[in-house]
């Protein structure tokens, strides 16, 4: 048949022009009409419901009517009283003044040309075809089907692609058809490497020796491997190690008090506070200074004995993640939770960084602060960062 006429048919039915039922009958009565191509002079063929109704496989005698008058109606059939025929071009197909069906069908090659169509295609097709195994059957016959020089010749390159942009398709139901026609013998795959594939497409061969029950041998699993007796292994023929490796003893430790420079602890981070920077005084001096650059805290000596009354609320009472609930406290600024015993223990903190020999005035040294909690009643102050000067007294509720 024209190749025109084989696209016009699948696009009555891409157009919902015919349905699927329709394009199924339209194969049958293609194999019908090829049943009756070598009739005896004088003898006119007739059409009978029955034969359609086994080749599609459709029990609904009236259904398989409607189907052909809307063919004879859209002009795929020609009816001459009980005599049937295909057109042979697109000529008087009047759906096919639709630009969106034109431009589709400009982009297959050469539609006025004769495509071989071999009637066993034609039997499966109309029996089980789906719309996908349709559309991607019609692609490799017009690309890989030919009749030339009065023989039928198979091969070509057929791109899932060009079959999804053609026949308006999903690419991965092309896929899966062609896996599906690959698989019961149709389509013959050749070697090809992955550059021509990419570029031309996949090489097959239509098998015009194809049976619709043929279906080709699925792969079978490989036999299970031979059991081998157990037993030492052999000798390594070749103990001696590689020429790179020379030491395999571990590097010996520096003298005592030297300390690598791997083995130095990592400053500490507000990013990743740990147990340990709330417990040494120091790397808590550390955080406190990295707070205040980061605008989490004020530089005041009241906001330095919040911090570490922070960090020793959060030793007391964090059991299960004492870093979390000191950040939570100095991020959220809840100094109302910190108690006078986590003060205390802050004022003896921060006394140990600031003098950290322990020296202490006498009282009655113009240097005698007094003890803590007389500093903050009182205001007086020995000159100390963490303690307020000129007299004022420092506010820790």
Excluded at 51 to 61: F, G, P, Q, T, Y
Aim: aromatic share 6%; with cysteine; hydrophobic share 35%.
């Amino acid at each position: 048949m024209s190749a025109g006429v084989l696209l016009a048919a699948w696009w009555a039915y891409r157009a919902k022009i015919l349905t699927l039922l329709d394009l199924r009958v339209w194969l049958a009565c293609l194999e019908l009409i090829s049943r009756r191509c070598e009739l005896h002079s004088g003898r006119a063929p007739r059409f009978r419901i029955v034969e359609i109704r086994s080749l599609v496989a459709c029990h609904n005698d009236v259904s398989i009517r409607r189907a052909t008058r809307r063919l004879v109606r859209v002009g795929l059939l020609t009816s001459s009283g009980p005599n049937l025929s295909i057109p042979r071009s697109t000529a008087n197909l009047s759906f096919l003044a639709d630009p969106s069906i034109t431009s589709r069908m400009d982009a297959a090659p050469s539609i006025r040309r004769i495509v071989p169509v071999p009637r066993r295609l034609l039997r499966y097709l109309a029996s089980e075809g789906r719309a996908s195994v349709i559309a991607t059957a019609f692609g490799h016959l017009l690309r890989c089907l030919f009749y030339r020089n009065g023989k039928c010749e198979s091969g070509g390159r057929c791109k899932s692609s060009w079959i999804a942009d053609v026949f308006a398709v999903d690419l991965r139901t092309v896929k899966s058809a062609r896996r599906d026609l690959i698989d019961r013998g149709w389509l013959l795959v050749r070697s090809a490497t992955q550059c021509e594939l990419n570029r031309w497409g996949l090489p097959v061969v239509i098998n015009l020796e194809w049976s619709p029950g043929a279906v080709a041998p699925e792969h079978e699993s490989p036999p299970p491997l031979r059991a081998i007796a157990g037993g030492s292994p052999p000798p390594i023929e070749n103990k001696k190690l590689s020429s790179r490796v020379k030491n395999h003893k571990p590097a010996t430790r520096g003298p005592a008090g030297v300390s690598n420079e791997n083995d130095s602890p990592k400053p500490p981070s507000l990013r990743r506070v740990k147990a340990e920077d709330l417990t040494e005084p120091i790397r808590l001096e550390e955080l406190y200074r990295l707070a205040v650059r980061e605008r989490m805290i004020s530089s005041t000596p009241c906001d330095r004995l919040r911090f570490f009354g922070a960090a020793e609320r959060a030793k007391r009472v964090g059991d299960r993640n004492p870093s979390g609930l000191f950040m939570s406290l100095v991020r959220r600024q809840q100094w109302g939770f910190i108690t006078q015993h986590d003060e205390d223990r802050a004022l003896q903190a921060m006394k140990h960084l600031d003098d950290p020999l322990g020296h202490r005035p006498s009282p009655g040294h113009p240097g005698y602060a007094g003890s803590p909690r007389e500093t903050r009643h009182t205001g007086i102050t020995d000159g100390r960062p963490w303690l307020a000067r000129g007299g004022n007294a420092v506010s820790c509720s």
